[in-house]
């Protein structure tokens, strides 16, 4: 089960810490998370994944500078640090996970779905 948090209302160039709590995940380090958002009208795309043992990372073009993702292992947490935010930002923004190593982009990798948190950059 994953529990997405951390949304909100922000001005353009504004921060916001995204988190998801992670639970009833196989108890192992193999697996991946990432982070993927819908903007209205739009599909579904991916924002950035990690791999949960090593820490390994990969963004999407548009994100990176901008974004970081990471993990506390002990906490079971995932989170989306965002910095200079724009109103092409803002969308609704889901954690999802999926086991394994392989870093991916494709929302049809991952089994697993948070509820979406909702994300609005205003200009």
């Known amino acids: 089960q994953l529990q997405a948090s951390g949304g909100g209302l922000v001005q353009a160039g504004d921060p916001l810490r995204l988190s998801c709590q992670a639970s009833g995940l196989s108890a192992s380090l193999y697996y991946v998370m990432g982070w993927f958002r819908q903007a209205p009208g739009k599909e579904r795309e991916f924002v950035a994944t990690i791999r949960w043992s090593t820490g390994s990372t990969d963004y999407a073009d548009f994100v990176k500078g901008r974004f970081t993702i990471s993990r506390d292992i002990a906490k079971g947490t995932l989170y989306l640090q965002m910095s200079s935010l724009k109103a092409e930002d803002t969308a609704i923004y889901y954690c999802?996970?999926?086991?394994?190593?392989?870093?991916?982009?494709?929302?049809?990798?991952?089994?697993?779905w948070g509820q979406g948190t909702q994300v609005t950059v205003s200009s």
């Open positions: 999802a996970a999926r086991n394994g190593a392989t870093l991916g982009s494709s929302s049809a990798m991952y089994r697993f």
